[in-house]
């Protein structure tokens, strides 16, 4: 059965620090991978796309990478700060018109 | 805009009770998608349309679950009758296909408890 695992529920680092989130996925060829960010009662908010023809995507201090033949991508944060403290969710679709399928998130926590 | 409307933020009722959630997507996107979302399960698909016809209630967890769409800016999520395990916060996005599509917009979630 297809499976989404993301690295760990929590993970705490030091202000300032680059913070890395892992996303696996098994029994899936995703078109789309995509980071959402959750903050404590609210929804999911879009953060970054990545399509499977694509090694690595930037925007200010996110970069996220997509590796296929590892089935795995990565999420990082540069220079972190307090207020990137939020669950981060992976989700992956196999076409533009198909639903997403959600990994069960991360916690991150940045210690100032 | 607005962003995804959802109404009620929060509810609290008793088992065997009516439960009706409502949604506005956002003007102009023709996907609605209902999610919920539990610790253990994580944010799960329930049902989603296009263009207000479902495609796919493969996750409705039960007959007791109903979604319409009478039209492109409402739709609602029915629970009849609730159970305690049906407890969670559930989730509307919408997006539109064509335009960076693939990328969904949350509501801010309606928290179900049932006691």
């Known amino acids: 059965s297809q499976k989404i695992e993301q690295n760990s529920e929590a993970l705490n680092i030091q202000e300032g620090k680059t913070a890395t989130l892992t996303c696996n996925y098994t029994?899936?060829?995703?078109?789309?991978l995509q980071w959402y960010r959750q903050d404590p009662g609210r929804g999911p908010v879009f953060l970054l796309l990545i399509r499977e023809n694509e090694k690595e995507k930037r925007k200010e201090r996110l970069k996220v990478t997509f590796d296929t033949t590892l089935k795995q991508s990565l999420f990082h944060i540069t220079a972190s700060q307090p207020a990137d403290s939020a669950t981060y969710l992976c989700?992956?679709?196999?076409?533009?018109?198909?639903?997403?399928?959600f990994g069960k998130g991360t916690r991150l926590s940045v210690i100032a | 805009d607005a962003g995804v409307i959802q109404s009620p933020r929060h509810e609290v009722t008793e088992m065997g009770q009516e439960v009706t959630l409502r949604c506005k997507p956002i003007?102009?996107?023709?996907?609605l998608f209902w999610y919920r979302q539990t610790m253990m399960r994580g944010l799960e698909l329930l049902i989603y349309f296009n263009n207000n016809v479902p495609i796919d209630d493969s996750g409705m967890p039960e007959d007791r679950f109903s979604a319409k769409m009478p039209n492109a800016s409402f739709s609602t999520l029915k629970i009849q009758p609730s159970e305690p395990r049906d407890s969670a916060v559930y989730f509307c996005?919408?997006?539109?296909?064509?335009?960076?599509?693939?990328?969904?917009?949350f509501g801010p979630g309606t928290r179900l408890l049932v006691l």
């Open positions: 003007s102009g996107h023709d996907y």
């Open positions: 996005a919408s997006s539109k296909p064509g335009q960076g599509a693939e990328t969904q917009y």
């Open positions: 029994n899936y060829s995703p078109a789309y």
């Open positions: 989700a992956l679709s196999s076409s533009g018109n198909t639903p997403l399928v």
